[in-house]
C-alpha cells in the first residue's frame, strides 16, 4: 500500500519533484526543503535559502565598541576570516579580550591583552598583543588559540558560536557574538544507503549539474562529513563516504576492496545533480593515500588532492599484528610497505636506535606515542616500496599534496616530495605542487578552528599529531584558498 506523505506549510510552495532512487525526495522551490525517507517517516533535512552569509574570502569585519549596550550577533562561514577591531577605550591602557565557544563536548577558551592607540582603538589584525594565548599579531589568533577548559559546563552554549567579550580594568565593556557555519544554509543532505555504500551527498544549490568531490577520511573510520560540507558550501557536489568502522562496512582498515569506490564512482555519475565528466577525489592521511590510490587506478577522476598523505600504500590497521594491505583489487591484496612496531627492536631495520627507545618508552608509559619512525623504518623496505608505491603518473589530471614537517603520525613531507618526484620523472602532463608547511603536524584541514591539542585518543593509547599550534593555524589559512583555487581551475572552468 503507498505511503501517505503529509507537509505542513508554513509559506508558499510550489513543489517539483526530482527521483532519486529508493531514498530521496528532493522538492525544488524558493524556499527549498528536502525529504529523506527514514523508516517510518519523511524528515526534512534542508534549510530556507533565504538569509544566505555570502561565501567570501573577504574578512567579516566586528567591531567591538565600548560602553555600547547592544551585544552585535554575526555570523560567517568557518572558513570566513574575520577583522575585528576596537573603539571607544581610553586611550593608551591595556584591554583584554576573552573568546569563548562549545566545540565537541567542551567549552574552549583564549584571550589577548592589547595597549590601546592615542584614539582607544585596536586592530587585532596589525597588532601584537601583549600577552594571550598567541603572541604574533594575527586576526584570527582568538580562534585557533583556544584550549579546552574541562572544569566549565558546556551544555547550555550552542556548538560553534564564539562569544567575544572585551575588557578594560577588569570591567567588561563591549561583547559580541559570532555563529561559525559548518554549511551553507542552501546545501542539500542526501544520506547514501544504497548498492552497500555508507555516505551522504551533499548537494550545492541550483539544478546543476555540479563538478563533484568523492571526500574521504582517515584511519579512524566511520562517516565524517564536515569537509564535505565545506566544499559542498563552494560550490560541488561532494560525497562524504565511509570505508570501514561504521554499520556494515569492515571493522577495521584492512583489504578493503577498491570495487567499493568504483561503486560510489558509478552511483555519482547517476545523479543528475552530478556532473559525471567533472570528479575529484580528496582524502586526509589514509584517505590521502586513498585518494593518490584511487585517481591511479580509476579514469573516472580528474584531479586528486591528499591531505598529509603516503606515496607508498602501506599495511593494513588491525587490532592485531596485520600481515595483510589496507587495500585489495580484483581479490587481491595490493603490495603494502609494512610499518614496525615498537617491539621488538629490529636493528636492521630501524634507522636509529634512538627513535625506537622513544617509541618504546612512550608505548610503556602511556605517553602519546609517534608513529613517523616506524613508518620511515618501513621505508628502508626498498623491494617492499618499488613495489607499494603508487603510480601517481596514471593520474588523468592535477596532483596536489599538503604536508607538515613535524607529522607525527607519518612522514607526510617525505612521502608527498615521493609523489611530487614521480611526477617529474614520469614528466606528468598536468600541473602538480605540493604545500609544504614548517613544524606543521598532521592536523592541516579547514582553517580558523583551535590547533592547540597536538596528540588524540586513538583506542588504548594516545596519538601524537605534531606540530605546534601556530605552524597548524598557518598551515591551515594558508592552505585551504589554495586548495580550492586548485579545485576551481579544473573543475569549474
Not at 270 to 279: M, T
Not at 285 to 301: D, M, N
Request: charged share 15%; hydrophobic share 40%.
Amino acid at each position: 500500500m503507498p505511503r501517505q506523505m503529509y507537509i505542513k506549510q508554513y509559506f508558499p510552495l510550489k513543489i517539483q519533484l526530482t527521483y532519486f532512487p529508493q531514498s530521496t525526495i528532493i522538492c525544488h522551490s524558493s524556499k527549498t526543503m528536502h525529504l529523506t525517507r527514514s523508516a517510518d517517516a519523511l524528515e526534512p533535512v534542508m534549510h530556507e535559502r533565504t538569509s544566505l552569509p555570502m561565501r567570501t574570502n573577504e574578512p567579516l569585519h566586528i567591531d567591538l565598541i565600548a560602553h555600547q549596550a547592544a551585544q552585535h550577533a554575526h555570523q560567517a562561514m568557518i572558513d570566513q576570516p574575520l577583522h575585528i577591531q576596537l573603539s571607544g577605550f581610553h586611550p593608551r591602557q591595556p584591554v583584554t579580550i576573552h573568546a569563548q565557544s562549545r566545540y565537541w563536548n567542551a567549552i574552549w577558551q583564549s584571550q589577548a591583552t592589547f595597549l590601546t592607540d592615542d584614539q582607544g582603538t585596536v586592530d587585532l589584525r596589525s597588532q601584537q598583543p601583549l600577552s594571550g594565548t598567541y603572541t604574533d599579531a594575527d586576526p584570527m589568533g582568538l580562534f585557533w588559540s583556544m584550549r579546552p577548559d574541562p572544569t566549565i559546563p558546556y551544555e547550555a552554549q550552542p556548538y560553534n558560536t564564539v562569544m567575544l567579550t572585551a575588557e578594560e580594568n577588569g570591567q567588561p565593556l563591549a561583547s559580541a557574538t559570532l555563529e561559525q557555519l559548518l554549511v551553507a544554509p542552501d546545501v542539500a543532505r542526501i544520506p547514501l544507503r544504497e548498492h552497500g555504500l555508507v555516505g551522504t551527498l551533499f548537494l550545492p544549490p541550483g539544478p546543476g549539474p555540479h563538478p563533484a568531490l568523492l571526500v574521504l577520511g582517515g584511519s579512524r573510520g566511520g562517516l565524517d562529513v564536515t569537509n564535505a560540507l565545506m566544499f559542498a558550501s563552494h560550490g560541488y557536489a561532494a560525497l562524504a563516504l565511509a570505508y570501514f568502522g561504521i554499520e556494515h562496512l569492515p571493522s577495521q582498515l584492512s583489504s578493503i576492496p577498491l570495487e567499493y569506490f568504483e561503486t560510489a564512482i558509478q552511483w555519482m555519475q547517476a545523479q543528475p545533480a552530478i556532473d559525471g565528466d567533472k570528479l575529484g577525489v580528496v582524502g586526509w592521511s589514509k584517505g590521502g593515500e586513498l585518494s593518490l590510490l584511487l585517481a591511479a587506478t580509476l579514469p573516472q577522476f580528474k584531479i586528486a588532492i591528499g591531505y598529509v598523505p603516503s606515496a607508498v600504500v602501506f599495511q593494513g590497521l588491525r587490532s592485531e599484528r596485520s600481515n595483510t594491505s589496507s587495500w585489495s583489487f580484483h581479490g587481491n591484496d595490493l603490495p603494502y610497505v609494512p610499518v614496525l612496531d615498537a617491539e621488538p627492536y629490529d636493528e636492521d631495520a630501524w634507522e636509529d636506535k634512538n627513535a625506537w627507545e622513544q617509541v618504546h618508552y612512550n608505548m610503556k608509559n602511556h605517553l602519546p606515542i609517534s608513529f613517523t619512525p616506524g613508518h620511515l623504518a618501513g621505508l628502508r623496505h626498498k623491494e617492499a616500496v618499488e613495489k607499494a608505491t603508487i603510480p601517481v603518473e596514471k593520474i588523468l589530471g592535477p596532483v596536489l599534496v599538503i604536508s607538515g614537517t613535524d607529522d607525527q603520525v607519518w612522514p607526510s613531507t617525505i612521502l608527498s616530495d615521493m609523489v611530487i618526484a614521480r611526477l617529474a620523472q614520469h614528466r606528468h602532463p598536468y600541473p602538480y605542487k605540493h604545500l609544504r608547511y614548517e613544524g606543521a603536524g598532521h592536523t592541516i584541514g579547514i582553517p580558523y578552528q583551535p590547533t592547540t591539542v597536538t596528540e588524540s585518543n586513538f583506542g588504548h593509547f594516545k596519538m601524537a599529531l605534531g606540530g605546534t599550534p601556530q605552524a597548524n593555524a598557518f598551515a591551515r589559512h594558508d592552505s585551504w584558498p589554495q586548495v580550492l583555487n586548485f579545485l576551481a581551475q579544473r573543475l569549474q572552468s
